[in-house]
């Protein structure tokens, strides 16, 4: 399993508890908002002295920020989302844009991107995802995992937390995931995580049921620690709490196998 923390750069509590966590293995990869000023060389420094012991992967930002490639503001969430599903989102902004913040991930962490995701999940949405899978197609080499929040039915039901949010935000997924295999691209094969932030007083239970019996070794936990908001306050003290990433049955996948993907 992957558990990877989010939402590294957009305040300093949050980059806080992201580093003690990684430092010491609750956490075996990291999402870093390179577009963010909380996310500069100093604050990624730490996280890149890890080295290999957690992956460092770009979390894309296209809502409630500057956008890097124009200098100017992104559309509000809802927004953003309309313009996607209607197409209405220049493509080419799309493209400049992931350009833009993979360069700036480059000066920040001093090397590639292990995997790419996005913030509320803007990877998957139509436009910038066809402009994400041509991007991440003509780097040369090795190419980084992107991340689906795909989770069978089945699962979802089984698992039992949040079932509807679950669902819904599983169905881009499914897309998603079907189309990175097309072009060939690594991805996580299984998705866990999602539930109510306003039953964060029951995250404890939630994480148990997340981390039971992942379907695949690169099953990815998402999870979003800090020490100031309540629900990521809650996250942050239930993986602390964890003696250790082998004792909840997780192990650190540094690539997920292509060969599952193809």
Not at 7 to 22: Q, Y
Not at 44 to 70: E, Q, T, W, Y
Not at 179 to 204: E, K, Q, V
Request: charged content about 20%; hydrophobic content about 45%; overall charge neutral.
């Amino acid at each position: 399993m992957i558990i990877c923390a989010d939402d590294f750069g957009m305040a300093p509590d949050i980059n806080e508890a992201i580093i003690e966590l990684a430092a010491n293995g609750k956490v075996t990869a990291v999402s870093v908002m390179a577009a963010l000023p909380e996310a500069d060389r100093a604050s990624v420094a730490p996280l890149s002295g890890l080295g290999d012991k957690i992956d460092m992967g770009l979390h894309l930002v296209f809502n409630d920020a500057v956008s890097l490639s124009g200098s100017k503001p992104f559309p509000e969430f809802r927004s953003l989302l309309t313009k996607c599903w209607l197409g209405l989102l220049p493509p080419r902004f799309a493209e400049e844009e992931i350009a833009a913040q993979y360069q700036a991930f480059l000066q920040k962490a001093g090397r590639p991107p292990d995997f790419i995701d996005g913030h509320m999940h803007v990877q998957q949405f139509p436009i910038i995802r066809r402009a994400l899978i041509a991007f991440v197609q003509s780097l040369p080499g090795e190419k980084p995992y992107v991340r689906n929040s795909y989770m069978p039915l089945g699962d979802i039901m089984r698992q039992g937390v949040s079932p509807i949010k679950t669902w819904l935000l599983s169905l881009p997924g499914g897309s998603m995931k079907k189309i990175l295999i097309r072009a060939r691209i690594p991805t996580n094969d299984g998705f866990t995580g999602i539930y109510d932030f306003a039953l964060h007083h029951r995250y404890p239970q939630f994480l148990a049921q997340f981390i039971k019996d992942p379907p695949s070794p690169s099953t990815l936990l998402m999870v979003h620690p800090g020490k100031e908001e309540p629900w990521r306050r809650a996250e942050y003290e239930a993986l602390s709490n964890v003696d250790g990433v082998s004792a909840i049955g997780a192990r650190f996948i540094s690539k997920p196998p292509a060969e599952k993907h193809l």
